[in-house]
């Protein structure tokens, strides 16, 4: 059974990862996502461990309120959830809990 997770930091991560799988479920998309980001298709999987890249995930789901409501329906998150987490990516000043 699976430890549930109740760190902040790692609930946003978990949801930035679903927005990369998301974003890479759709080529047009992902070909967007690629673009602008500059990493390539053979890199993304080796980026994804990076926090800072994940913030930059949710930075492009959450520019557009239609694949917002398209990445909250096909993750069953609600806007809100992916909103906070983009927030604490996003934030510099938090720091990982350490134990």
Do not use: C, Y
Request: glycine residues 6%; negative net charge; charged residues 25%.
């Amino acid at each position: 059974m699976k430890k549930p997770v109740h760190n902040p930091r790692e609930v946003a991560e978990i949801v930035a990862i679903q927005a990369l799988g998301f974003i890479a479920g759709d080529p047009e998309r992902l070909g967007l996502f690629l673009a602008e980001t500059g990493i390539g298709p053979e890199t993304l999987r080796n980026a994804a461990s990076n926090p800072q890249f994940l913030a930059s995930v949710l930075d492009f789901v959450m520019r557009d309120d239609a694949t917002v409501k398209a990445f909250a329906e096909a993750s069953e998150l609600h806007p809100t959830n992916i909103a906070a987490a983009h927030q604490v990516l996003g934030d510099p000043k938090w720091e990982r809990d350490v134990p």
